[in-house]
C-alpha cells in the first residue's frame, strides 16, 4: 500500500532536479501524477465582490497538493454552509513541481539489492506549489457583511498546511 510521508518531509523549498545522464531521454521524468485538486474556481465567479482576503507565506515553503485540496474542502463548504453561492475563491496558485521517493528496501540482503542513494533519481510521488515569500496561496471575496467569516476561514485552514501563513486584505 502506498504511504504519504509527512508534511515536513517537503515543506523545504528545493529547485527543480534534472538527473544528468548519458542518455537524454533518461533525464526526464516521465509521468506526473494527477493533481488531487479538483476544482480552482468556486462560488459566483462572474460577480463582483467588494471585500478580497488573502492567505499569504510568510517565508519560502513548499506546500503539496493534496494538502491544498484538504484546505479547499474547508474553506469550500463553510462558505457554502453559511453564504450559499454569494462568495469567490480561488486557488491562486498551481502545483507544477514533482516531488520524487527513493523507497528502499529494508530486511535481510536488502543492502545486496540496492544500490542505494548512489545513481538515485526516484520515482514521482506526488505535486507541489512551491511558494516565495509573499506568495498568495487562496484568495476568498465577499461582500461587506461576510468579512469576518471569510477572515475566520482563512484562519481555519492554517493548521492544515506547512508553514506560516498570514491573512490579509488586498
Known amino acids: 500500500m502506498a504511504t504519504l ?9 528545493t529547485r527543480a532536479y534534472t538527473r544528468k545522464s548519458k ?5 526526464y ?8 485538486i479538483v476544482r480552482y474556481n468556486m462560488g459566483d465567479t462572474k460577480k463582483e ?7 499569504r507565506a510568510k517565508a519560502p515553503v513548499q506546500v503539496r497538493h493534496n494538502a491544498m ?3 479547499r474542502t474547508l474553506i469550500n463548504r463553510v462558505l457554502q454552509k453559511r453564504l450559499g453561492k454569494d462568495f469567490l475563491f480561488k486557488i491562486v496558485t498551481y502545483p507544477h513541481h ?3 521517493e527513493n523507497k528502499m528496501l529494508t530486511g535481510a540482503g536488502a543492502d545486496r ?7 538515485s533519481f526516484g520515482k514521482s510521488a506526488g505535486l ?3 511558494l516565495k515569500k509573499d506568495a498568495v496561496l487562496f484568495l476568498v471575496a465577499v461582500n461587506e457583511k461576510d468579512t469576518q467569516l471569510a477572515i475566520e476561514v482563512l484562519k481555519m485552514a492554517r493548521p492544515r498546511i506547512p508553514g506560516k501563513f498570514v491573512v490579509e486584505e488586498l
Open 5 to 13: 510521508r509527512k508534511g515536513k518531509c517537503y515543506s523545504n523549498v
Open 23 to 27: 542518455f537524454q531521454k533518461k533525464g
Open 29 to 36: 521524468i516521465k509521468a506526473a501524477p494527477s493533481s488531487k
Open 49 to 55: 465582490f467588494p471585500k478580497q482576503f488573502v492567505l
Open 69 to 71: 485540496e484538504s484546505c
Open 98 to 100: 514533482i516531488l520524487r
Open 113 to 119: 539489492m540496492q544500490s542505494g542513494m548512489s545513481h
Open 128 to 130: 507541489a506549489v512551491q
